[in-house]
């Protein structure tokens, strides 16, 4: 048993010198040239645009080496939240009521109604409402409609806006009574701020 555990260590002991002088620092350059360590010369990095020196850590991984501007061409957007499930209720005012017809009394009868509508642009933009499709209860050009605000930011967030219609010497004998009938529609516009 001596005698083989004696032959082992001999065997390693005539090993491990000869593994040192094989791979010494004259026949195999140390291990960091080959990293691309911050110690070694330019020589053996890489240039980018032949200019900048970029090497590499110990693993290969990803370097930026420049960045490149991405555009692109993004026309206007504007949009208004959920406008299908809106709706404009008129009711009956007095015709001088300054706070919603304003108007005379000889003006009677005068309906009144508002909708608040959120809207979102990548643009500002001037808001403006319309009544189109309009019954013969609408009498002619006797209707306004005013935006409150009237502008938004395009900044792409949602701005509320306050719609309100009024109309005045109304053909109400013109429609069947109801609660909700049909006289028009509210068309909601908009245009590059000016």
């Known amino acids: 048993m001596i ?5 082992v260590i001999a065997v390693i002991a005539f090993a491990a010198p000869l593994f040192a002088t094989t791979v010494d620092s004259e026949t195999y350059p140390p291990f ?3 990293s691309f360590s911050p110690d070694q ?11 900048k020196t970029v090497r590499w850590p ?12 991405v ?9 208004v939240k959920d406008c299908d499930d809106k709706k404009v209720v008129l009711v009956q ?4 009521d300054a706070e919603t017809v304003n108007k005379d009394a000889d003006d009677w009868p005068c309906y009144y109604g508002c909708v608040t509508v959120d809207i979102l642009a ?6 403006r409402g319309q009544l189109v499709d309009r019954s013969s209860v609408i009498n002619g050009d006797k209707w306004s409609v005013s935006a409150t605000p009237n502008a938004i930011t395009g900044n792409g967030n949602y701005q509320s806006v306050t719609l309100c219609v009024k109309t005045w010497e109304t053909k109400i004998e013109k429609a069947a009574a109801g609660d909700e009938v049909d ?9 590059p701020e000016l």
Do not use: H, W
Request: hydrophobic fraction near 40%; glycine fraction near 4%.
């Open 183 to 191: 006289v028009a529609k509210l068309s909601v516009q908009a245009r």
């Open 71 to 79: 555009k692109m061409k993004i026309g206007m957007y504007i949009r």
């Open 3 to 7: 005698k083989k555990s004696l032959l």
């Open 32 to 34: 960091e040239i080959y």
């Open 58 to 69: 110990f693993e290969y991984k990803y370097l930026e080496i420049c960045k490149i501007p």
């Open 93 to 96: 005012k007095d015709c001088t």
């Open 122 to 127: 990548n643009f500002n933009a001037q808001i």
């Open 41 to 51: 010369s330019d020589d053996l990095a890489i240039k980018v645009d032949g200019k």
